[in-house]
């Protein structure tokens, strides 16, 4: 998660549709509806933290009849949206690099392939890092903590320090732009806030990373409520910052690199070459090292739901090497898909542009099961909050009880906060289909929804087909305070969570 980054890298974005004032108000929503989406899912990491995720949390909630369907599906969704934060990650690192270069060098044409080659470069590094030197993994993350914390204010300095023009308050809060040409300007802001939405990706990384946390029942909510403080107050300021900074609109918009307009502010701000260079610089090396958690993160996603028997070829993904605590194929696999989808942006980088988007719609639709599922569950009082003692086996599934983690916001106000929580998630999802501007032509029109439901059609073909019969859902493994227990039926085993009677 590295908001204040993501805010720089998509403000085109945000900018284009709801200009500065869009982005502050924006802003300040979607961190309203993104604290009340992870305090909501935080209770359920707490009730069961497992790198399944949503939809091991879906197995435990759904209605017997559907559990494994929809835990099913959902596994599919979570595993779309990690490879397409990869891939998306990496794409913007790449094109990153050709704006620094275009940059320096007015002259360079940049082209489709020499993105999709750094994309390239950058993955199979991650994939190194994440192989041969997995061990060190922890303490690069701290490093990179670190160095993200120092990165915000050694941009930020230089850019409020200058004594270049900037915008009045007014210019910065009042002003709208609907540069999509929508209809109206508030519908042009609901298209322009998912760019905001995508730079606070990646909050709930630690959740698929639970089963290797210590006491992630209440570390992995605390952690995630707390990254969204931190980012969110440096995102804020990055973007309050770059809008007093931003000049004339249309110089800095008709400024190369087009798709990075955070690059010429800066050399705007700083009346520096090198300076602004130097800058970016420093962005780029975050994001070389967010991609490597992504990746990190990614893998584990495949090697849980493969573990469940939910893809294709899952005993070969899930294969861990003896001797060794790295799923090795679960990582090859995420970069190599990501090399592939790559290749999308060799014809069209428009089209690639919609990885970004399918990576909001394959997260958010998964979050929205789990949300209508434990605003059900907590409302007939399904979930217990007494203390739990091992249930007997030979009891049966139906004596079995549902219990709150150490997390969890209690009555009115836990019912209150899912309900905030599941209309967000419905706006976002429904503004993540929308394409960035009207009129729309094929050359214009945002595939995600078509890439989206091209992946739901294949999981339920595939379903119908060989996972109705081998998909085992959660394993039977006890996980925070929960258990799920495997009940035989005829000669395969399938897996229940403890549920009460349904």
């Excluded at 993501?6 to 945000?14: I, R, T, W």
């Excluded at 760019?195 to 709930?204: E, I, K, P, R, Y």
């Excluded at 007939?380 to 009880?401: C, H, K, P, V």
């Amino acid at each position: 998660m590295v908001t204040w980054l993501g805010m720089l890298v998509v403000f085109l974005q945000g900018f284009s549709n709801g200009g500065p004032a869009g982005l502050v108000y924006g802003f300040m929503g979607v961190s309203v509806g993104t604290v009340s989406l992870f305090t909501s899912l935080g209770e359920l990491a707490s009730m069961a933290p497992t790198a399944g995720g949503q939809y091991y949390w879906v197995a435990l909630l759904a209605p017997r009849s559907s559990r494994r369907f929809l835990s099913y599906v959902t596994g599919w969704l979570t595993v779309l949206e990690w490879q397409a934060v990869t891939a998306a990650g990496a794409y913007l690192f790449g094109t990153q690099i050709q704006g620094v270069v275009i940059l320096n060098c007015p002259d360079y044409v940049s082209k489709g392939w020499h993105g999709t080659l750094l994309l390239w470069a950058c993955i199979s590094i991650g994939f190194v890092c994440n192989t041969l030197f997995s061990s060190a993994l922890p303490k690069m993350e701290s490093v990179v903590l670190v160095l993200y914390i120092l990165g915000f204010f050694a941009i930020i300095i230089p850019l409020v320090g200058t004594g270049g023009p900037k915008s009045s308050a007014k210019e910065v809060f009042t002003t709208f732009v609907n540069g999509g040409q929508w209809p109206t300007d508030g519908l042009s802001f609901f298209v322009g806030i998912i760019g905001t939405v995508f730079s606070f990706l990646g909050t709930d990384a630690a959740i698929h990373m639970s089963e290797e946390i210590h006491d992630a029942a209440r570390v992995v909510p605390r952690c995630m409520l707390v990254a969204i403080l931190i980012n969110g107050s440096f995102g804020f300021g990055m973007l309050i910052a770059v809008l007093f900074l931003i000049g004339d609109i249309e110089t800095v918009l008709s400024t190369p690199p087009l798709t990075f307009p955070y690059m010429p502010i800066f050399l705007n701000a700083t009346g520096s070459l090198g300076g602004a260079t130097a800058m970016i610089s420093v962005c780029l090396l975050i994001s070389f090292f967010a991609i490597t958690v992504q990746l990190t993160t990614s893998s584990r996603m495949y090697w849980s739901f493969a573990g469940d028997k939910g893809l294709p070829l899952s005993q070969t993904i899930s294969q861990v090497r003896q001797g060794s605590a790295v799923p090795l194929n679960a990582i090859a696999l995420s970069t190599v898909v990501a090399c592939l989808l790559a290749l999308i942006n060799i014809g069209s980088s428009v089209a690639f542009n919609d990885v970004i988007s399918l990576t909001i719609s394959g997260l958010y639709s998964s979050y929205l099961v789990c949300l209508t599922l434990l605003l059900w569950r907590r409302s007939t009082n399904f979930i217990e909050t007494s203390a739990y003692e091992s249930t007997n086996l030979s009891d049966g599934i139906d004596n079995l009880r549902l219990i709150w983690g150490p997390f969890h916001l209690p009555g009115i106000w836990g019912i209150i906060n899912n309900v905030v929580a599941w209309a967000f998630t419905v706006i976002i999802l429904f503004f993540s289909f929308f394409p960035p501007a009207t009129p729309v032509d094929p050359a214009t029109m945002n595939y995600n929804a078509l890439v989206f439901g091209s992946v739901i059609l294949f999981s339920m073909i595939y379903y119908s087909l060989y996972a109705k019969d081998h998909f085992t859902g959660p394993f039977a493994r006890k996980v925070g305070v929960m258990e799920v227990v495997p009940k035989e039926v005829g000669n395969s085993a399938e897996s229940y969570p403890m549920t009460k009677g349904e």
